[in-house]
């Protein structure tokens, strides 16, 4: 990443969308961990860990911008780059903390057997950390092949996790209630459709956008994808915890 091709107007909307994301994060943070008064004892696991997920986004969106802040300098009006690397391993420690937790959320508001809650966040939660550990050395990479190789190779446990949320779950989703099934559905279809963002952005660099246009789509398009896999499917996962607590109560009164 040659941070030398931005141009001023570009450093300037990444530094904002930077920005946005960590009033995002740290806003949906405060409202899920607020709003687990509202649901039964046996979701709050699963509302604490929305909560917890945008909290340790939050963190790291502050490192990001901060980061972003200390790679440049303006100097009457120039953009001049300082020498300090602009340090992408936020992103992706975020993202292995991050997004197996996800993957645990979707499996705690459906309230499985202990055994399968245990071995369906063990098998997708460790494919997750699995497909961002081999995504790392491709995002650095100064090589399109290495990029590419990585891209490929992350793949794998990217259409395992993929198949598990819209063919292994199947069978799950429906013995869930009815008032909820429709949500828990959606929530799976979210989770399967932004994730598909990132694997299609992290190509950019590699179908023809170059220099200073690449690295705005890349960030840009990661931060969109972060607050919609993160935020509001934290607020679904609520709103689902939400319905099955209120259905629970009235079928014991
Ligand atoms: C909150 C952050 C989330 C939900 C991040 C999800 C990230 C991915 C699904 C990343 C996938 C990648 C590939 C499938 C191949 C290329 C490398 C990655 C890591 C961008």
Redesign the pocket.
Known sequence: MDLSTLSLGQYTFIANAFSFGLAVMAAATLFLWFARSQVAPAYKMAVTISGL?TAI?AYHYLQIMLSWDAAFSVMNGNLEVTGYPFNQAYR?V??LL??PL?LIELILVMRLSRSETVSKSVWLGGAAAL??I???P??VAESAGTRFT??VL??IP?VYIVYQLVVGLKGSIGKQPENVRGLINGAATLVVI??LF??I??LFPLIGLTGGAAITAVEVGYTI??IV??AVFGILILVIAMRKSEAEANAQA
């Open positions: 997920v986004a992706y975020d993202w991050t997004v996800l497909m961002i081999l995504g790392y491709g995002e990585f891209w992350s793949m990217f932004s994730w990132y694997p952005v992290f994808a972060d896999a993160k």
